[in-house]
Structures are given as C-alpha cells and as structure tokens.
C-alpha cells in the first residue's frame, strides 16, 4: 500500500469517525434536553387527562387527547396505506418482474413520492378539502398521511420482495400456482417479517409528522369519537405549547415530547428486532 493510499484510508476513517461522534453528540443533547425540561412537568395527570379550562395558560390538565389523537391517526393511517402498498408491491414483483426499465421507472417515482416534504401533501389535501367542501377531521388527515406514507411502505416492501429467490416463485409455476396466488400465498407468508418492518416505520413516520396534519386534521381540545371529528396529535400539541411565553406551558411540550420520543423509540427497537428475526 502507497503513502498516499495509507493517508486516504487514515483521513476518511478520521473523518467518519469525527461524524459518528457529532451526530452521537447531537442526538444525546436533544433526548438531554427534552429530558431535562420536560421531566419534572410529565406526570400521570398529564398522560392521562384532557386539556381543561386554561391548559395553555398554565393551568390543569393533560395530553391525553394528543396522544390518542396520534394513536388514532397513525394507525388508521397505516391500516389504509397497508391495504394500498401490500398489492402494489406484490404486483410490482410478480406482474412487472420480467420489465426492468418500467420497474425501475417505478421505483425512481416511489423515491421521488418518499422524499416529498410533508407539508406538500398536506397543503395538496387542504386543497383538495377546499374544493370538495370538507372539514379538518380525523378522516382527512387519515388519508393525508396514509398518501404521504405508502411510498415508504412499498419501496420498504418491494426491497423485502427482491431478496426472495426467483426459483421459489417458478417452482410455484411449476406446481401449477397462479400468479395471485404465488403472490399471496408464498410470497406474502416468505416476506411477512420483513412487511412487519415496514408497516411500523410507515407508523413511525406517521406518528411523528405535524406538517401534512397541521391543514387537515385541524385540532381540538377532546378524544376524537368518529372520523368527522377533528383531532389533534403529539407533534401538534408540542408545536403549539411551545409558542406559548409561559414557562410552565413550554415545559408541558417538552414533556409532551418525551412520550413521543419514547413511543418512536419502542416503535424503532420493535423494526429493528423484527429485522433481525427476519434475518
């Protein structure tokens, strides 16, 4: 080895070492932080009651109808961009397995979907709202978010898809399989760990976004009991909160943060053991 490929492989190491470090340091400022100023503000009145008359002047109070807002949109969101992503995936690596440039014309237009902001999707809805003569609830932002995470959701199923072996699907040809139920039937049950990733960080993205739910699902004080109703969620409630010049109210955010850090956090630990399961 060369000098100067001895100092290349030595700087990039540095270098990417010097990375890791800051992004370590990032991360672990942001959870000290939240932690540190919104621990002695989380409690189980806030975790488990609404918001009551001056909640956003200090006085008592809670999230609840923050965290089952989020709970409620995120997985009706997820049902929705399942039933969409499942047979699109499924027919993209059956159906169009044989055409390779349209495959990946597909896929580079999934990747183009994925990287959209979220406010796009959202403002594209309120738009859509608008004309149609709908109301912020809990439905539209159900399909707000479901639109702005189904491409994550097929292009994580469609890379599980491409590992299965191309013999286990002309051996179900073979046996006299059709396509569908190839699909289905073997593909599906082979790829089901995998999809499980997937769907819950298709969750994790939805429960985390307040920009395509803050035109559509509006926000209110109460659980939501239909889908005609409005809903509020974490990230909004945390956004709102903060704006707040009271101490005490800026406090409840960062508290409000904290369950949602822990939440995304099970739901990344849940993707990556099931990951390795899978494997």
Same mark, same amino acid.
């Given at each position: 080895?060369?000098?100067?490929?001895?100092? /290349?492989?030595?700087?990039?190491?540095?270098?990417?070492?010097?990375?890791?470090?800051?992004?370590?340091?990032?991360?672990?400022?942001?959870?000290?932080?939240?932690? /540190?100023?919104?621990?002695?503000?989380?409690?189980?009145?806030?975790?488990?009651?609404?918001?009551?008359?001056?909640?956003?002047?200090?006085?008592?109070?809670?999230?609840?109808?923050?965290?089952?807002?989020?709970?409620?949109? $995120?997985?009706?969101?997820?049902?929705?961009?399942?039933?969409?992503?499942?047979?699109?995936?499924?027919?993209?690596?059956?159906?169009?397995?044989?055409?390779?440039?349209?495959?990946?014309?597909?896929?580079?237009?999934?990747?183009?979907?994925?990287?959209?902001?979220?406010?796009?999707?959202?403002?594209?809805?309120?738009?859509?709202?608008?004309?149609?003569?709908?109301?912020?609830?809990?439905?539209?932002?159900?399909?707000?978010?479901?639109?702005?995470?189904?491409?994550?959701?097929?292009?994580?199923?469609?890379?599980?898809?491409?590992?299965?072996?191309?013999?286990?699907?002309?051996?179900?040809?073979?046996?006299?399989?059709?396509?569908?139920?190839?699909?289905?039937?073997?593909?599906?049950?082979?790829?089901?760990?995998?999809?499980?990733?997937?769907?819950?960080?298709?969750?994790?993205?939805?429960?985390?976004?307040?920009?395509?739910?803050?035109?559509? $699902?509006?926000?209110?004080?109460?659980?939501?009991?239909?889908?005609?109703?409005?809903?509020?969620?974490?990230?909004?409630?945390?956004?709102?909160?903060?704006?707040?010049?009271? /101490?005490?109210?800026?406090? +409840?955010?960062?508290?409000?943060?904290?369950?949602?850090?822990?939440?995304?956090?099970?739901?990344?630990?849940?993707? +990556?053991?099931?990951?390795?399961?899978?494997?």
């Amino acid at each position: 080895m060369t000098l100067k490929r001895k100092f /290349e492989e030595k700087f990039f190491r540095v270098l990417s070492a010097l990375i890791t470090l800051v992004i370590v340091y990032v991360l672990a400022n942001i959870i000290w932080t939240i932690i /540190e100023k919104g621990f002695s503000s989380l409690s189980w009145e806030i975790i488990s009651q609404e918001p009551k008359g001056g909640f956003y002047m200090g006085k008592g109070g809670g999230i609840l109808n923050a965290i089952a807002g989020s709970f409620y949109l $995120a997985i009706s969101a997820t049902v929705l961009a399942f039933l969409v992503s499942l047979p699109v995936a499924l027919f993209i690596n059956i159906y169009l397995i044989k055409y390779r440039r349209m495959l990946v014309g597909i896929r580079f237009f999934l990747d183009v979907l994925w990287g959209i902001p979220s406010i796009v999707y959202g403002a594209f809805a309120f738009m859509l709202m608008i004309a149609l003569g709908q109301k912020n609830s809990l439905g539209a932002g159900t399909i707000t978010v479901a639109a702005m995470i189904s491409p994550i959701m097929i292009r994580a199923m469609d890379e599980v898809l491409k590992t299965i072996p191309i013999g286990l699907q002309e051996a179900s040809y073979a046996l006299g399989s059709t396509r569908t139920e190839t699909a289905y039937k073997i593909f599906f049950r082979q790829a089901l760990p995998g999809f499980a990733t997937a769907v819950l960080l298709a969750f994790g993205r939805g429960i985390g976004d307040a920009a395509s739910v803050l035109f559509t $699902a509006g926000y209110t004080d109460h659980v939501p009991r239909s889908f005609s109703d409005p809903t509020a969620t974490l990230p909004l409630a945390i956004f709102f909160q903060l704006g707040s010049p009271i /101490e005490s109210v800026q406090n +409840r955010a960062f508290a409000a943060a904290i369950v949602l850090t822990i939440i995304v956090l099970v739901i990344s630990i849940s993707a +990556r053991l099931l990951y390795r399961g899978k494997k």
